[in-house]
C-alpha cells in the first residue's frame, strides 16, 4: 500500500515510480536488484516497520547502491520508516504492546548523528522521552506529517504543511514551519 500511495503521489510531479522489491536480506543481496538502485535518477524509500526498513537495507549490496546513487548525484528520499533509516539511528519499539517507548538501533548513516521522529504533530512527539534517553548525544529531529527537511545548497529546509522540530542535546528545542533549519547534521556525501 505504502509503494501504490507513493506512485499516486509522486505522478502528480510527472514521475512514475517503479517498485524495487526488496523487503527481505535476500532481496537486498540480489545484484540485480542492486544494479537497478545503482541505476536510478530518484530513490524514495516508503514507509513500514522502521526497524525492518534499516536491517534489510543496511550494508547490503542494494542499500549501498542506492546511497552510492545518491552521491552520484540521484535524489534520494523517504518517509516515515524510510526517513528514519536514513539516519545514523533509527527508532523502533523497546517492547510490545509498547508504542511510545523506544530504543535505537542502527540505520543507513546518511545523516550522521540523528534519529528522526515522524509523524511529530500526530503521534512522534510523543516518542521523544524514551528517544533522548536512548539517544542521549543524538540529535532528533521530529518532522510533521506532509512536511519534509530537505538538504538543498547546503542546507536543512522545511517544506510542506507542518513543522520539523529538531532536538540539539543540550539546548531547546526548536520548531521551523518554514525556511531554514539550523542543527541537522549534514548528509555524509563520503563514504
Do not use: N
Not at 540521484?74 to 523497546?94: D, F
Not at 504492546?97 to 512522534?124: I, Y
Amino acid at each position: 500500500m505504502a509503494v501504490r500511495h507513493a506512485q499516486s503521489w509522486f505522478r502528480r510531479f510527472g514521475l512514475e515510480l517503479t517498485e524495487l522489491a526488496v523487503y527481505t536480506r535476500a532481496q537486498a543481496q540480489d545484484p540485480a536488484l542492486a544494479k537497478l538502485a545503482a541505476d536510478a535518477g530518484f530513490c524514495y524509500i516508503v514507509g513500514g516497520d522502521p526497524g525492518l526498513v534499516a536491517k534489510v537495507l543496511r550494508e547490503s549490496p542494494v542499500g549501498d547502491a542506492i546511497i552510492a546513487a545518491w552521491r552520484h548525484g540521484a535524489v534520494l528520499a523517504g518517509s516515515s520508516a524510510g526517513a528514519m533509516a536514513l539516519c545514523s539511528e533509527t527508532l523502533v519499539r523497546q517492547s510490545f504492546p509498547g508504542h511510545t517507548q523506544r530504543r535505537a538501533l542502527p540505520g543507513l548513516g546518511v545523516v550522521p548523528d540523528a534519529a528522526v521522529l515522524p509523524h511529530h504533530d500526530t503521534f512522534g512527539e510523543k516518542w521523544y522521552p524514551s528517544a533522548r534517553a536512548a539517544l542521549p548525544d543524538t540529535v532528533l529531529i521530529g518532522i510533521d506529517e506532509r512536511t519534509c527537511a530537505l538538504w538543498e545548497a547546503g542546507t536543512w529546509r522545511c517544506l510542506g504543511a507542518g513543522g520539523v522540530t529538531v532536538y540539539v542535546p543540550g539546548t531547546e528545542a526548536v520548531r521551523v514551519e518554514t525556511g531554514p533549519i539550523e542543527g541537522i547534521p549534514p548528509p555524509a556525501t563520503a563514504g
